[in-house]
């Protein structure tokens, strides 16, 4: 294994990337976030795919919406900070778009014919708690799992 | 990355994503639909045995797909979800309208 990082850094922390906000970036980051599990490899399966179906949908949902269109690709740029505990995995997602207008507690699934719009209510569905801030010139995600398994 | 195999026997093409159905990939797979529907294939098996992973997007490439086979006269359905897969049609209430087969061969039997 290439990695160096010891396990359990004292505050948990098992993933810090710095990534274009792009969609092709997501691919990226399901290859770190398999790493992640190499070294943690008591999280199970189940809390592994539910988490990293959040990370990917919030990752998603950021590349396609957070930017408006004459924003270069260069300046869209995203941080992606992963912890894991004994208790819980949470993945911290902020980027420089512009700020979302959207209550989290309104989000609910599209019709069953519906073709997009899942996403959010996917990484709903899959995280025990989802929050959304600005901070500054940052939008800011905090995904948590607590682990079941 | 993904790889998008089809092949079409007796009228039903079977197509085998292998690897993510992320949001790159779903795009792939879209034209890959629309490709069959439009060549004359209307009847339609989405083998994901070897999907390792399925996102929204994906979802709904496999719901554009399906509406698409059902204008057309056939229908699209999908066989064997891993369990990891699973819970994502599980979590979007779409194990109802993509039932899963268990076997691709006989998918369209029932």
Redesign the interface.
């Known amino acids: 294994m290439s990695e160096t990082r010891p396990d359990g850094d004292a505050d948990g922390t098992a993933l810090r990337l710095d990534l274009p906000a792009a ?2 970036a ?2 990226d980051v ?1 290859d770190q976030l398999d790493l992640v599990w190499e070294r943690h490899d008591d999280v199970s ?2 809390d592994r ?2 988490f ?2 959040a990370v ?2 919030i990752l ?1 949902n950021v ?2 919406h957070a930017y408006r269109p004459d924003v270069r690709a260069p300046q869209r740029r995203l941080e992606l900070v992963v912890t894991v505990t004994a208790d819980e995995l949470v993945a911290t997602i902020s980027d420089n778009g512009v700020p979302v207008s959207l209550d989290l507690s309104t989000v609910t ?1 599209p019709d ?5 719009g ?2 959010l ?2 990484a709903l ?2 995280l025990d708690d989802l929050d959304y801030e600005r901070s500054g010139d940052r939008n800011r995600w905090r995904l948590q799992c607590v682990r079941r398994d | 990355m993904i790889e998008l195999d089809v092949t079409t026997d007796r009228g039903i093409a079977v197509v085998v994503p292998r690897g993510r159905l992320n949001m790159v990939a779903a795009r792939q797979l879209r034209q890959v639909l629309a490709d069959i529907i439009t060549g004359g294939t209307s009847r339609i098996v989405v083998d994901l045995a070897e999907t390792t992973f399925l996102d929204s997007s994906g979802l709904g490439a496999l719901i554009g797909g399906l509406k698409s086979a059902r204008q057309a006269g056939g229908d699209l359905r999908i066989a064997r979800p891993t369990p990891e897969v699973m819970t994502v049609f599980t979590l979007t209430n779409m194990d109802k309208v993509l039932r899963p087969r268990d076997d691709v061969g006989s998918a369209f039997d029932v």
Do not use: I, Y
């Open positions: 969609p092709e997501l691919d399901h399966v189940a795919f539910r990293l179906t990917m949908e998603g590349a396609e699934m069953e014919d519906a073709e997009s899942r996403g209510a996917l569905a899959a």
